[in-house]
């Protein structure tokens, strides 16, 4: 049973509807790419998965329904989401904005787990107690996905995080990615336009066009399929 | 700003490129829409029907009514300016009252210490207020949203102040009453509280089709910029400083006109209050929220509302005045709740989704 | 003592006053960004209730404690059925406007239930003077900073205040880790409601009497102290309210090309010092990002 299943999903924004009856499974410990051009779908279908919008069509986190929760339930589930923009609290320090993702632990290690994510993003470390807003895109997408961590979530959920960034920066992030993804098993669901680097971290790859998925399969055989590649992904 | 969950049930275009990322804030309407032809046609006939209720009126009603409901043009032609500032280019001020006292006391002091015809009186109102405009909006350059907006809510409570120091009325005090006579209807067939609904009428239509070809051509275009995201504007070359600034300056001079217009329909400019100004400031912030900001017709159904609002919840407890300001108070957040884009902004959503009717449909 | 020393105690007479209402104006524009027009009118409301309560025996520090237990549950309600309806549809207009409706409401509402006749607050202060000072003045400078530091504690020390902190920042990003925006924020608005109700509370105390018009006057000021210390320090607040206080009383007495227009000086002071610091004295919000 995967750990997160959609289920002829269909939602949008009042009148308009943007997602008409997606299907998508991600498997524990997998990394899954959701590719499209703009206005495909994609990050609404991130925000399908977190409440942020209403939804017809089944959404299992788990075995579990989870549609029609609203976000903050869905968040303590275990699903982290990291939405377009970073979701950074710009008037909290970058310390601050890791306590954050920890917010709904009750355990006793979350000091510990600070200080490893400052291990893993020395510059988190050294701005530490920096405004959050004052730092840099790529550093506050290293930022918020460390804060997403620090939740120690089982799903992480990613809009975008290319957006924005140097392609030099933007390879160290999904070179980060691909390890949490091996060292710690985190299954991921990653919405790119940057199909290249996500489908090099990914294991299965889905191909979102107006609302609908059209192509899908394993990450590596959509990267090496020179039509799918014309077709859908640019390159 | 947070990625946007768009509630809206308008027709609006959905959140368009990259599902959110960098779009107007939720629920800014689109900047100009095509118009159905449906609704066009609708608008033309409300537009005329309105017109003729305008003209009839003051024949039709006594002075008390005509008094009231120049109030409410003045009112709206403040609040059309406050609009341009606040609705369209997104600078918030809740010191309009101050410009408004400007202007008035310009007018009654043309009138009362040179002897000036009402009149002439108003263009000089006008330039006046938009100087002091032009002054504030310079130094408003640097400050942003909340504490502008607390400078400017200085500047009206500071403003009868400064009357009360520099004005010698009648008795001493900051009070000016310039003679009934001076206000005479310059027409014969017109009384003295027609003529002068009939000129708060006509300086409102024209300072409204000012408004509307400002705000359709590509100063308009600039101001919206500005209002939505400040440094793409830049990039398209709009010149920030100068458009925030002479924003600033109009918005101002309309405040002007209709404070130099309440010292005929009201017959006095009053300094003596020290709340006043700001009572006025927030009266046009409420009538520009209330008819729907960012709409030319929004402060005009706005101003209109409030006065009847304010008469009708005077009126309505005999004997419990003090009740009055609570029972408007609840109507205003009645209205905020039930019309969150004000009247004209609920009105015009009920004719888009009107016109988008399946019944309805033209074919295209 | 002479003149100016009187002149400044004076001005931190008033200025401490101005600083216990900016206080709750900043404690609810930190954790909910709301500019709360109705902060006066609400501690006025309080403030009577604290009479009242006095009235029917209680002594004077249980009134006031019992009142900002209830201003707290009602400062909750205000928000969760007035506020957050407005707060997710449109503009921050649309809540300025809702704050203002608030503003006159519960004006009219206190004269209605409590009657237009002045009305005498006991103070919890012993009178008298130490060294030219009231009492009064050191007891509401005490409580102040009490509650400065508490309220310090609260946002920088404890899972909760980093919650309000969190959801002042970004309430949506909030929501995505988990956190019940809306508890938060109700909770925002209890804590200043009670803040604002110990603050009117005292303020009257020190008067021979108030009325429903106690809260008018001070309410500029604060707001102008709330502005001059940088919305989002509290202390800055406290601090504020004094240097205003304090300018106000000298520039009265000594500049009298002002008299009559003292309120320049406030609004001066703030003009100047947003234009070369525009986050306040004390502020530190990141101004706009992109």
Redesign the interface.
């Known amino acids: 049973m995967s750990l997160l299943q959609l289920s002829n999903v269909s939602g949008g924004y009042g009148p308009v509807q943007v997602l008409h009856g997606i299907d998508l499974a991600v498997e524990e410990g997998h990394v899954a790419v959701v590719l499209g051009a703009n206005g495909a779908g994609k990050t609404t279908t991130l925000r399908a998965i977190?409440g942020?919008i209403p939804t017809r069509g089944e959404i299992l986190f788990d075995g579990r329904p989870i549609n029609g929760r609203?976000?903050?339930?869905v968040?303590?589930l275990g699903i982290?989401?990291v939405?377009q923009g970073r979701?950074?609290?710009?008037?909290?320090t970058v310390e601050?904005n890791l306590?954050?993702?920890a917010?709904?632990r009750r355990d006793d290690q979350i000091e510990s787990d600070l200080a490893r994510w400052f291990e893993v993003f020395p510059r988190l470390g050294e701005r530490r107690h920096q405004?959050a807003?004052?730092m840099s895109g790529g550093e506050q997408q290293m930022l918020a996905l460390a804060?997403a961590m620090m939740?120690r979530p089982r799903l992480l959920l990613l809009d975008e995080p290319s957006l924005g960034l140097a392609p030099l920066v933007t390879r160290d992030l999904f070179a980060h990615l691909g390890e949490l993804n091996r060292q710690e098993g985190l299954t991921v669901l990653v919405v790119e336009q940057n199909a290249n680097l996500a489908l090099e971290v990914g294991h299965w790859g889905y191909v979102l066009e107006s609302g609908r998925i059209v192509v899908q399969g394993p990450a590596a055989q959509l990267h090496d399929d020179e039509s799918v590649r014309k077709a859908y992904l640019g390159f | 700003?947070?990625?946007p969950?768009d509630?809206s049930d308008t027709t609006v275009e959905a959140p368009a490129a990259g599902d959110g990322a960098g779009t107007a804030?939720?629920?800014t309407p689109p900047l100009w829409p095509p118009v159905p032809a449906r609704v066009r046609a609708v608008r033309v006939v409300i537009g005329v029907v309105l017109a003729a209720a305008a003209l009839y009126a003051p024949y039709y009603f006594e002075p008390a009514t005509n008094r009231l409901l120049s109030q409410a043009l003045y009112i709206a032609i403040a609040a059309m300016g406050l609009n341009l500032l606040?609705g369209f280019n997104g600078q918030?001020s809740i010191g309009h009252g101050a410009f408004f006292g400007v202007g008035a006391f310009t007018t009654a002091i043309l009138m009362v210490d040179h002897g000036w015809t009402f009149e002439l009186t108003i263009p000089v109102a006008a330039a006046l207020s938009a100087l002091v405009g032009l002054a504030v909006g310079f130094?408003a350059l640097?400050?942003?949203g909340?504490?502008l907006?607390?400078?400017t809510?200085?500047?009206a409570?500071?403003f009868p102040?400064?009357t009360?120091?520099y004005v010698d009325g009648t008795g001493g005090v900051a009070l000016l009453r310039p003679a009934r006579s001076q206000f005479d209807s310059l027409l014969t067939f017109l009384d003295d509280d027609q003529w002068a609904y009939g000129l708060c009428l006509v300086a409102l239509v024209v300072l409204g089709v000012l408004a509307r070809n400002l705000v359709h051509s590509r100063m308009g275009r600039a101001l919206v910029a500005v209002r939505d995201?400040?440094?793409a504007a830049t990039t398209v070359g709009v010149n920030l400083a100068a458009t925030k600034v002479t924003t600033f300056a109009i918005s101002a001079a309309y405040a002007g006109v209709a404070g130099s217009l309440s010292v005929m329909v009201d017959r006095l400019a009053d300094g003596t209050n020290p709340?006043l100004y700001f009572q006025r400031s927030?009266e046009f912030?409420?009538a520009?929220?209330?008819g729907g900001?960012a709409t030319i017709l929004g402060p005009v159904v706005g101003a209109l509302l409030l006065v009847a609002l304010r008469r009708n919840t005077e009126d309505l407890i005999e004997g419990?005045e003090?009740?009055?300001?609570?029972l408007?108070?609840?109507?205003?957040?009645a209205i905020?709740?039930v019309l969150?884009?004000g009247v004209v902004g609920g009105f015009r959503r009920l004719l888009a989704r009107w016109a988008a009717a399946p019944s309805n449909q033209e074919d295209h | 003592m002479n003149l100016f020393t009187e002149q400044v105690l004076n001005g931190v007479g008033n200025g401490v006053v101005y600083g216990s209402v900016a206080l709750a104006l900043v404690l609810i524009?930190r954790t909910t960004s709301v500019?709360n027009f109705a902060q006066g009118e609400m501690a006025l409301f309080s403030t009577y209730i604290s009479w009242k309560l006095t009235t029917e025996g209680l002594p004077v520090v249980g009134a006031i404690a019992l009142s900002a237990a209830i201003a707290f549950v009602g400062g909750a309600v205000i928000e969760r059925l007035?506020i957050r309806?407005?707060e997710?549809?449109?503009?921050p207009?649309?809540v300025?406007?809702?704050t203002?409706?608030?503003?006159?409401?519960l004006?009219?509402?206190a004269?209605?239930v409590f009657g237009?006749d002045p009305q005498l607050m006991p103070s919890p202060f012993p009178s008298g003077e130490v060294a030219g000072i009231d009492k009064d003045t050191i007891g509401l400078i005490v409580v102040l900073l009490a509650e400065c530091a508490l309220l310090w504690l609260l946002l920088q020390k404890t899972?909760i205040g980093?919650?309000l902190?969190?959801v002042?920042?970004?309430?949506?990003?909030?929501?995505?880790?988990?956190?019940?925006?809306g508890t938060v924020l109700m909770l925002g608005w209890a804590l200043s409601a009670a803040i604002g109700a110990i603050a009117g509370s005292l303020v009257a105390s020190e008067r021979t009497g108030f009325d429903a018009s106690l809260m008018?006057q001070i309410l500029?000021y604060a707001?102008?102290a709330?502005?001059l210390g940088g919305?989002?320090s509290l202390i800055g607040a406290v601090v504020s309210g004094l240097i205003i206080g304090v300018a106000d009383a000298l520039t009265i007495e000594y500049v009298e090309a002002l008299?009559?227009?003292?309120?320049?000086l406030?609004?001066g002071l703030?003009?100047v010092v947003?234009?070369v610091r525009?986050n306040?004295l004390f502020g530190?919000?990141?101004?706009?990002?992109?």
Do not use: C, W
Request: proline residues 6%; aromatic residues 6%.
């Open positions: 977190s942020v609203r976000p903050e339930a968040a303590r982290a989401h939405p979701g950074t609290f710009t008037e909290l601050d306590r954050v993702g917010v709904n405004l807003g004052s804060r939740a | 700003m947070s990625a969950v509630k804030p939720a629920g606040t918030v130094p640097r400050v942003r909340l504490y907006a607390l400078i809510l200085g500047l409570v500071l102040r400064l009360m120091k995201q400040e440094i709340i927030i912030l409420v520009v929220v209330i900001s419990k003090v009740l009055a300001p609570a408007y108070g609840a109507a205003l957040i905020v709740f969150p884009d | 524009f500019l007035l309806p407005v997710e549809a449109r503009s207009l649309n300025v406007i809702v203002l409706g608030l503003f006159l409401g004006n009219s509402l004269q209605l237009t899972r980093l919650k902190r969190a002042a920042s970004n309430p949506e990003s909030s929501r995505l880790h988990g956190i019940n925006a008018q500029v707001f102008a709330a502005a919305f989002d008299d009559g227009i003292e309120v320049v406030p609004l703030i003009l947003l234009l525009p306040g530190k919000r990141t101004v706009e990002r992109v």
